[in-house]
């Protein structure tokens, strides 16, 4: 497989998905995303439900790498609904009506702010809350932590999942440059691109993959629906809805008891791993220069 990002100009400790997939350590890994992911936001049930599906949780992290570049001197360079459009365009997300209305969620959540400018009300920017920001850096350190378990000596790993928001700062601001990039990530990993188009997708695609994983052919415990619904935020039918849309795509096997015994079947465990080491080579290539 050929990553999305090997001609991304930064020198890696990994050089391919390939490398990272053979890493000694790479099953552990997987293990630790999936881990991370299955409880990512804690039992903040709107947390969970918004940030667990593509849309939001990326028009979230983009605003953040907007405002790490922001310049005083240089309005062009503001967080507003127009900029965050144009940078959300990049990831195949619009029109500007849709950014203008999440943006009006995040404000309601307390996650954006609106800072008028000194000597001018006509003139406005976005800032993220200090709640935002925080949010922020836990999901960077769920992404950091499987690296740095394959690499525990790294100090970018450590600053990372110690979330330093010195660190964080930066790599925001050197992942605004890989936007079109990162969105090549989902459009190369369709067995996971299936799941993120349900809301709490990944977080249900997480639990699975967690709680399949001791079982030598793939089953989880009897009674998936019930206890996926719980972690996700969402209900035991919903579930229900996004294993069968996996099933109809060959990705797992559906028990025939009636609360979902869930077998994931080779095709979604790969898939899994191939968008996991995806990501974490996204996330080294940004890490890298920071």
């Excluded at 009300?121 to 993220?128: A, D, F, I, T």
């Excluded at 950091?144 to 925001?172: N, T």
């Excluded at 399949?212 to 998936?224: H, I, K, Q, S, V």
Aim: charged share 25%; with cysteine.
């Amino acid at each position: 497989m050929t990553s999305t990002f090997a001609d991304a100009g930064a020198s890696t400790l990994f050089v391919s998905v390939e490398a990272i997939m053979q890493h000694p350590r790479f099953g552990q890994a997987a293990g630790r995303l999936a881990d991370g992911l299955a409880n990512l936001y804690g039992d903040d049930r709107r947390l969970v439900r918004n940030m667990f599906e593509y849309v939001r949780p990326v028009t979230f992290m983009i605003a953040i790498c907007v405002d790490a570049n922001q310049r005083d001197d240089d309005p062009a360079t503001w967080l507003t609904v127009a900029t965050l459009a144009d940078a959300a365009a990049k990831m195949g997300i619009g029109p500007l009506r849709r950014v203008r209305r999440l943006v009006d969620e995040m404000r309601t959540d307390g996650m954006l702010l609106t800072e008028i400018m000194p000597g001018d009300r006509r003139r406005h920017r976005l800032r993220p809350s200090a709640r935002m920001l925080e949010l922020d850096r836990e999901w960077i350190a769920t992404f950091h932590a499987p690296l740095l378990e394959m690499v525990p000596d790294e100090p970018r790993f450590q600053r990372a999942v110690a979330r330093d928001p010195s660190y964080q700062q930066r790599f925001r601001q050197v992942g605004l440059t890989t936007l079109s990039m990162a969105n090549q990530v989902m459009v190369q990993n369709p067995a996971v691109d299936l799941f993120l188009g349900h809301a709490a997708g990944a977080r249900v695609l997480a639990i699975l993959i967690q709680a399949a994983r001791a079982d030598p052919e793939g089953w989880t415990a009897p009674g998936f629906y019930s206890m996926a619904a719980a972690r996700s935020a969402t209900t035991r039918v919903h579930v229900r809805d996004v294993i069968r849309a996996a099933a109809e795509a060959s990705l797992v096997e559906v028990g025939p008891d009636a609360d979902g015994r869930v077998r994931v079947k080779p095709a979604l465990r790969l898939g899994f791993e191939r968008w996991a080491a995806d990501a974490l080579l996204g996330i080294e290539v940004v890490s890298a220069q920071v």
